[in-house]
């Protein structure tokens, strides 16, 4: 696509603590694109389903994938004029969440068909990113940006689930060869408050954007 117009579409895609909701309100500012965010306070399941993961992992999911369903709608229009940072693609909502709470025991295998038919419906006739941005993070500095968050819900996340979701990231974004897919280790940067970092890790985007 034509950069120069503005009709960019980029994802920033990583598990939760990879700082990619940062990251995508960082390149909206200076890509002057427009910023479609992740709201997790804003799904009411979330909360609930890690009290009851067996009960509420299948609507917290859905509720996610509606959402994301919702914003690519309104995504596929503004492209026509305008560029977009995306905060987590869809695809990490199936292959990455979706899929860990299979293997976990939360979703049976009939819940998890009819989430994958759900996806399959909302999936259709979206636009595709020009570029995904990976945010490679290791699981123990993950653990640690959740823990300092201070997110109520979020206290008894462990390292197994930070390493099963991780595992499962990497694996999805090598599995889609129709994907334009860049990933950046940000273990040492802080894009929240440190503007070297916040410097550097813009101009490695805008390269990767320029080189396609």
């Known amino acids: 696509m034509d950069t120069k117009k503005n009709t960019f579409y980029s994802a920033v895609a990583g598990v939760l603590g990879s700082g990619k909701t940062t990251a995508s309100a960082l390149l909206s500012k200076e890509l002057d694109f427009h910023l479609f965010e992740e709201n997790p306070a804003d799904n009411v399941f979330l909360p609930l389903f890690y009290k009851e993961p067996k009960r509420w992992a299948l609507p917290a999911q859905l509720f996610y994938l509606r959402e994301k369903a919702h ?3 309104k ?14 693609p869809i695809y990490q909502d199936h292959f990455t969440y979706a899929k860990a709470q299979l293997l976990l025991g939360h979703m049976t295998r009939d819940e998890y068909a009819l989430y994958d038919k759900f996806f ?7 636009p ?3 570029l995904i ?9 993950i653990q640690r940006r959740i823990y300092s968050r201070a997110r109520e819900y979020e206290k008894e996340i462990d390292i197994k689930y930070i390493k099963l979701i991780s595992g499962l990231q990497k694996k999805w974004i090598t599995m ?3 994907l334009t897919i860049a990933t950046v280790k940000t273990d ?7 503007r070297d970092h916040q410097k550097k890790f813009v101009a490695i985007v805008k390269n990767m954007i320029a080189r396609l």
């Open 71 to 73: 914003q690519l709608e």
């Open 75 to 88: 995504i596929k229009t503004l492209l026509a004029r305008a560029g977009v940072v995306h905060d987590s």
């Open 120 to 126: 399959s419906v909302f999936s259709k006739n979206i």
């Open 128 to 130: 595709v990113p020009d």
């Open 133 to 141: 941005i990976q945010l490679n993070v290791s699981p123990s500095v």
């Open 176 to 178: 889609h060869p129709h």
């Open 188 to 194: 040492d940067l802080d894009l929240a408050v440190n």
